[in-house]
């Protein structure tokens, strides 16, 4: 059971079941159940580290965005000029 919900979760892209499903990996007994769940959680670490670079990219270029819209905003003068 264990073994088909982390084949659901990765299909689904659900990082929060896979998080439980890592909380809790029961005693495998089988050769060929352990063989799986080792590819399984391979692929689980694939999925994660690829939302890991989307989130590093978009932070990125959000950090672009903010660059650039302040640079766009008018110059205040600063709050001690005392020229006048």
Known sequence: MWLTN???AIVEKNTDK???LMDEIP????KEDIEQAIYLIKEATKLVQSFQDETFTS??????NIT???ATEPQRPS??????
């Open 79 to 84: 709050k001690f000029d005392i020229k006048s």
């Open 6 to 8: 982390l084949k659901i």
């Open 18 to 20: 896979l998080n439980e």
């Open 68 to 70: 650039f819209l302040r």
């Open 59 to 64: 932070m990125k270029q959000m950090k672009k």
């Open 27 to 30: 005693q495998l007994e089988k």
